[in-house]
């Protein structure tokens, strides 16, 4: 059974950038117009969003390895709530 230490950065990585992306998320001015905040949200969830399409391409062989993916997936599929 081989690591997955390549997985487990990545998923390291992902947790930094999503703890930048909530951050900049809820610095959305609450009275901008729903476009202005779409493209806000599109533009800070893009490096997000290559992270977790990086890892669930991966394959996984631990615990930890599977939970990487899992909280990837989640994003993806967009269940991932505040504190991941």
Do not use: W
């Not at 990585?13 to 901008?32: G, L, S």
């Not at 290559?50 to 991966?58: D, G, K, N, P, R």
């Amino acid at each position: 059974m081989s690591d997955d230490r390549d997985l487990i950065e990545l998923g390291r990585r992902f947790d930094e950038a999503y703890a930048t992306y909530q951050a900049m998320i809820d610095a959305i001015p609450d009275r901008v117009s729903i476009g202005t905040e779409t493209a806000a949200i599109d533009a800070v969830a893009q490096p997000v969003r290559a992270l977790a399409s990086q890892i669930a391409e991966m394959p996984a062989t631990t615990d930890e390895g599977h939970a990487v993916k899992a909280k990837a997936h989640a994003f993806l599929a967009g269940q991932v709530r505040d504190g991941n």
